[in-house]
């Protein structure tokens, strides 16, 4: 099962960190209401990320920012001791358009906040060092993606972060995904009085997603292609000279989200072709799959209920979205569990989940994932068999969970 249970000096640890987060509960309730109140969307997460760095230097932590080339992203550090490990905290705080907190990345950050601060003052450990790594633009920027690219995340020895969700569990998968625009191009003319002369490129735009539901029948299970028409012209007495579409196209692996994306983009050319238009793509970053890192998402499923949270198993295949968190799992052992903070059947990107990540379950969730971040942190920075089995896990080429 690799499940490492947490032993007395564990439990000891934790009953001291819920300690700390409720003595700093007051400070961090109003920070995550804060952000929740003055929602960014990525790359322009200036206030939010400006508060955390502000936060974090008060708490006593070094602190980089800009970080990896990117304004809102930030390194925070604390060194314990000599030797040890590097263990990263992850906090996102970017919003959604029109819906605010819908993904509640207001309680990842403050969790992530939390967990450092009750570090910083509650764990005793004689080496290792606790990086808290301010990371923008999960919802469609690829914010981790860049900072791997720009070395952040060099010799970190684990990294974690936690999501609100609708039901509590730390084992669970996700999809790798690509994102594509699609840029149709035609010719306008008068579309009554000459549409001879013109081009349309919005049938171009049509005829590539009813190309793509062709495509459907002949894909394998767990496929997930889905797009917009982000523009369709401008007049309907004008043939469109220009449209555009937007595709995520998303599978359990990467490999297959690259050969679907090439069929893809064959469906377009030829949608195009037919009408007498051109398409190009502009490619966004891709999202790779989540490698579950499964020791430690045991030991926070263990500091959960310890708490009283009960955890439930891992679903079944399926029904799961896409995360710049997958980069990250690939080439450092990671885990993202999920705490409730909305009943089953509410999901995230709703405005029923933004309210939630500003109630009083989002708090309480908020609470809960700080004080298990911190503990499981402090357990990885102080026990090395734990640390040893992450690693072996991570090292194995399948496990129960991985990639699940
Ligand atoms: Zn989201
Ligand atoms: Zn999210």
Request: include cysteine.
């Amino acid at each position: 099962m690799n499940a490492v249970q947490p032993d007395r000096a564990s439990d000891t640890r934790r009953a001291r960190f819920a300690a700390a987060i409720d003595a700093d509960w007051p400070y961090l309730e109003a920070f995550t209401l804060d952000l929740h109140a003055h929602p960014e969307l990525m790359f322009e997460e200036h206030r939010s990320a400006g508060r955390l760095v502000d936060s974090l230097r008060e708490a006593g932590f070094e602190v980089e920012a800009p970080a990896g080339g990117l304004d809102t992203a930030f390194v925070a550090r604390h060194r314990f001791g000599p030797g040890g490990p590097r263990i990263a905290l992850m906090a996102e705080y970017d919003a959604l358009p029109e819906m605010g907190h819908a993904c509640g990345h207001n309680l990842i950050a403050t969790a992530a906040l939390g967990a450092a601060r009750a570090l910083r003052g509650a764990l005793e450990a004689s080496g290792g060092e606790l990086l808290v790594i301010g990371c923008p633009a999960e919802e469609g920027g690829g914010g981790k993606v860049l900072l791997l690219r720009a070395g952040v995340f060099e010799g970190v020895d684990a990294a974690l972060m936690f999501h609100p969700g609708s039901r509590t569990m730390t084992i669970r998968g996700a999809l790798a995904a690509a994102r594509v625009t699609m840029r149709f191009h035609g010719k306008a003319a008068h579309a009554a009085g000459s549409p001879e002369l013109g081009i349309n490129a919005l049938d171009a735009c049509i005829l590539t997603f009813n190309a793509i539901n062709s495509l459907r029948q002949h894909v394998l299970d767990e496929t997930r292609i889905h797009g917009i028409i982000s523009h369709g012209g401008s007049a309907p007495n004008i043939v469109p000279d220009y449209a555009e579409a937007k595709f995520l196209i998303r599978h359990r692996r990467t490999e297959e989200v690259a050969a679907l994306k090439e069929r893809v983009f064959a469906a377009a050319r030829g949608a195009a072709a037919a009408v007498g238009a051109r398409v190009e793509f502009q490619e966004g970053l891709l999202y790779a799959e989540r490698k579950v890192n499964v020791p430690m998402a045991n030991r926070f499923a263990a500091h959960l209920e310890a708490l009283g949270e009960p955890v439930l198993p891992a679903p079944a295949v399926g029904r799961v979205g896409s995360s710049d968190f997958g980069n990250v799992s690939q080439v450092v052992p990671a885990i993202h569990p999920y705490v409730a903070i909305v009943p089953e059947g509410v999901s995230a990107h709703t405005p029923e989940f933004a309210a939630a990540a500003a109630s009083p379950e989002g708090l309480r969730g908020l609470r809960l994932a700080a004080t298990c971040l911190a503990a499981t942190a402090a357990d990885l920075l102080t026990e090395p068999e734990l640390l040893a089995a992450a690693r072996a896990d991570f090292g194995a080429p399948t496990s129960e969970g991985g990639t699940a």
